[in-house]
Structures are given as C-alpha cells and as structure tokens.
C-alpha cells in the first residue's frame, strides 16, 4: 500500500517541488536576473578612467575584454559536457567575486595601480562569469524543453536583460549614488545568486532531466513570462518617476523590495505546477497497486536482444568527427561540433551576428561618454542604462510572441531587427534632440532580440546534442564586433576628435590626464560607419533567410514531441513486476520525480 499520512504525503510533495522541473527553471530565473552585470559597465567606466587616469584609447580595451570575458565560455562549454550543471555555476560564482572584487580595490585604491593589462584581467575574469551562468543555467533549461527552447530563451535571456535595473535599483537602496560601491556590489551580488543553486547541490536542482510533455506547458511559461512582463513594468514606473522627481534613499528601498517580491513571485507558480503532478502521480501509483502482472521471460529477451542490436549498429556507425566535418547531416539533426563549426550556415550566422551585436555593443557601453559628450546630465546618463536593461528585455520576451503568432522564421526575424538598429545608431550619429533616450530604447530592444534569435537558430539548425559547446561558440561574435567596432572604431576616433578640441598631446608628469570630448563629432563618424557595417549585417542575413526557407516551413519539433510521446508511452504502461516485487516498482516509479 502506498503511505498516505499526512506528514509522508508532505515530504512527498516537498520532494516533489524541489526535484522537479518547474522549480529548477525558478532557480534559472534567479541566476539569470544577476547575470548581466556586464551591460552596466557605463555607469562605473567613469571611475575607472579618472582613477586610473585613462583616455577613451585605454578604457574601450577595458570594455573589449568585458565582453571577451562575457561571451567567450569555449571552457564554460567544454566543462558543461562532461559536469553537472551545478559545478560549472559554482565556478563562475568566483570568477564573478574575483574578478570585481580586484577592480574595486584597484578603483578604490586599496591596492597599488596595476598596469593596465592587469585591469584587462581582472574585468574578463569577472564578466567571464556571465557565461558560466549562461551555460549552467540556460542551456540546462533548453535541454530539458526543447520543444520550448524559444519562450525559454526569450524569457531567461530577458531576466538577463532586466539585471540591469535590478542591480541598479538594489544599488542606490544600498549604497546611495556611490558608483565606486556599484563594483564591489556586482563582485558579491551576482555571485551569491548564482552559489544559491549549489546549496541544494544534494538535491541536483538545476540538472539535465528526463524530457517530459505537458499540454499546457506553454500556457504555464506564459504564466512566467506575465510576472516578469509585471517586473519589467514596475522598474520602467521606477525609472520615469525617479526621472521626474528624483527618489530618496528609503524610497530606493521600497522600490528594492518591490523588486525582490516579483522576483520571488514565480515560486508560486511552481507551487501549483508541482502540485498538479504531484497529484497526477499519487494517483497513478494508486492505479498501480491494484496491478498484479508477471513478466514473460521471451519478452525480457528480446528486448535485451533488441538493445544489444541498437548498441553494436550504433558502434558501426561512429566515425572519427575529423573525416565527417565537412559531411554535414540534414537542418535539425544532431551536428558533431565540427561539423557545426565548418558549415556554412554557421559562418553566415556568425558574420551578421558580428555586424549587428558588434553595432548595438559599442552603443551600450559608450553611452556613459556618449551622454557625457551631447550635454546629457548625470541622471539621464543612469536613465539610459535602465531603459536599455528594460527594452533589453522587451526585445527579448516580445520578439518570442511575435514569432509564435505570426509564425515568422527565425532568420527573417533577426534580418528585421539588424534593420531596426540602425536608425537607433543613426539618431545617436546625428544628436537629434531627446534622441538618445529614443536610442537607447532602440538599441536597448535590437540588443535583446538579437541573442535568443541566434542562440535558438543555433539549436534548431545544429541540433542539441553539443548545444552548451556551439551555443557559446555563437557568443564569440560578440567580443569580435566589439572590438572591431568599439576598439578600432569608436575609441580609436573619440581620442582623435578630443586631441582637434584640446590640442594637446595630455601627457604630464603626473601621467595622463582625462581629456574629454564634447559635441556631436565626437561619436558621429563611428555611428555612421557602424550603421553601414550593420546594414552589411542586414544583406549577410538575407541570404540565410533564403537558404533556411524550406527548413522552417517544415515541422522542426515534430522528433521532439515523438519522442516525448514515446517517454509517456513507456511511463503510462505498467512494469511486468512480479507480487512480490510490486513494493519496489513503486518506489522506482516515485524516484523519476519531475
């Protein structure tokens, strides 16, 4: 008989909700909420260039090396294959700390001033995180819905781009205006967030699991996606208000508390999912007590004939992955990591997602300079960062719905976002007035709906199979553009327009002085090269678009739910268990979990 008291049936429940599947992707949203430190990089790069005593020239290096270390996580991916989930979380939770934490010493000079290259380090290791929290968490979540993937990766990747006005809110509650504390908060925030997982290390709850469908598993992310659209709302509200009036310190309390409420909120969520299976399962276990079948040897047999057959075909038909690389399978099968790398469909993904993440970066992480140079006060330069946190994920979560409901192939999709930045990066080239607040919306949306349109092209073209190690491949075009637009471009003719205003070469002897740019000049020639750098982006997805046409007018997820099936099949069907060996089918069916 299965144990029905009370305090059994709650421990079962209990077991139920923190084993389950909803409650791992709970955990996913608080690790992703603390993972886009990195987009804040404009609000502290001011202390660091005045501290230090860098010129544009030398801080755009700085920011590079944010989002090599941000977008680089070959390693985080490599690790994701071979340990679980968890590890690789824990590893990035002291990178984060390391990282941010030597910065802070530095900028608060509590250290000597390290070189320049030090620097370099230490904000690579720091942001580096963000991949490992990125892989943990996210590729986890896909693979355990893939049907899903894409209202997962629109979700999750918003949470990242709400982190922003999160940390910022939780900042000025904690510390004031203190920019120099906001460094030393995302070494320990982030980190302690993303060590909250390991803590239930015992329990595996951010995990790979086994595949299951539910017929309202969509409406249940949907459930997900209204609290977190009711986040996004009340930080907006938080913005405009704090804009017009300005809040005090206690009112940044109240808005931080608020804050954690709704981040919390999606517990309940998980609550009555669990619950709905938990009761599923006791009453199939009721079900099954009533079944008395003894197995028939022929049976067990041939299935065991069966499996050995499947396993020796399977052995005969592995080849080395170097003499396959370039004999690549169908769109949405499995793809060895070579062959992913070499096809040409990876190419002109990474191409435009270079032109267009490349543009949209530089934007995002000068617009502290940017505000600074067209006359924007202090405030509106902090308003900028939250309104591209919160478009960040409008673009991301809304891009997903218009998908779904006009049933637009990813790649057109992404083709139409490249297209939409431009005219961001545009008003910020020619200082239309109010513009910039206009362009970081903007820029703040293309940002965001670029990243699950890629990552989830990645996944439905190459298949899951290597996803964490190509996913994060995919992630690389990211410091490329970066530099390439940002370094070479944006830095490089910011100190060449500041040198024509102050006509001075800025070397003393107490080393380099700050030389600021001020005007329209400062950024307008880098904006209009990196609109046309975007608009080859543009073209470069066109042709993907046309290559994948026939791919996604077919039914891409139809192995999925197959196999999905195939599981529900296996589940519902009662084990051949012998009476007296009845008891211990039971527990074995309790132990799937969710």
Known sequence: MVDSTPGSLMKSLAIQILTGRWFMFFASLLVMSMAGATYMFSLYSSDIKKTLGYDQTTLNPLSFFKDLGANVGVLAGLLNEVTPPWVVLLIGAVLNFFGYFMIWLAVTKRISKPQVWHMCLYICVGANSQAFANTGSLVTCVKNFPESRGVILGILKGYVGLSGAIITQLYHAFYGEDTKALILMIGWLPAA?????????????????????????????????????????????????DKLSGFTRSEFGGSAAVVIVLLLLPIIVVFLEEKKLWTEKQVALNDLAQINIVPEKSNIDSLKDENEGSEKEERVK?????????????????????????????????????????GTLTAIDNLGQIGSSLGYPKRGISTFVSLVSIWNYFGRVVSEIILVKYKFPRPLMLTMVLLLSCAGHLLIA????????????????????????????????????????????????????????????????????????????????????DLSCIGTSC????????????????????????????FYKSD???????????????????????????DDAKGKVLGKGG
């Open 430 to 513: 020619f200082n239309v007035p109010g513009g910039l607040y206009v362009a970081s919306v903007i820029i703040g949306f293309c940002f965001g709906a670029q990243w699950p349109l890629i990552f989830a092209i990645i996944s439905e073209i190459f298949g899951l199979k290597h996803y964490s190690t190509l996913y994060n491949f995919g992630s690389v075009a990211s410091p490329v553009g970066s530099y390439l637009l940002n370094v070479r471009v944006a830095g490089y003719l910011y100190d060449v327009e500041a040198d024509k205003q102050n006509k001075t070469l800025r070397i003393t002897r107490k080393g380099v002085q």
């Open 193 to 241: 967030v993303s060590n909250y997982p390991t803590s239930f290390a015992f329990l595996r709850t951010i995990r790979i699991m086994e595949v299951q469908r539910q017929t309202n598993e969509v409406k249940v992310f949907y459930n997900f996606f209204y609290i977190s659209l009711g986040l996004a709302t009340f930080l907006m509200l938080a913005i405009i208000i």
């Open 523 to 550: 950024f307008k020639l880098s904006f209009i090269i990196i609109t046309a750098v975007t608009l080859f982006g543009v073209f470069v997805s066109t042709i993907l678009v046309i290559r994948t046409k026939t």
């Open 318 to 358: 592995m080849k080395s992955c170097w003499t396959t690389m370039f004999n690549q399978p169908k769109r949405g099968e499995d793809y060895t990591i070579l062959q992913a790398l070499f096809s040409v469909d990876m190419l002109i993904l990474f191409l435009a997602s270079i032109c267009g993440v490349g």
């Open 556 to 582: 891409i997820y139809k192995k999925f739910r197959e196999k999905a099936f195939a599981a529900e099949m296996e589940m519902a069907a009662p084990s051949p268990v012998v009476e007296k060996d009845k």
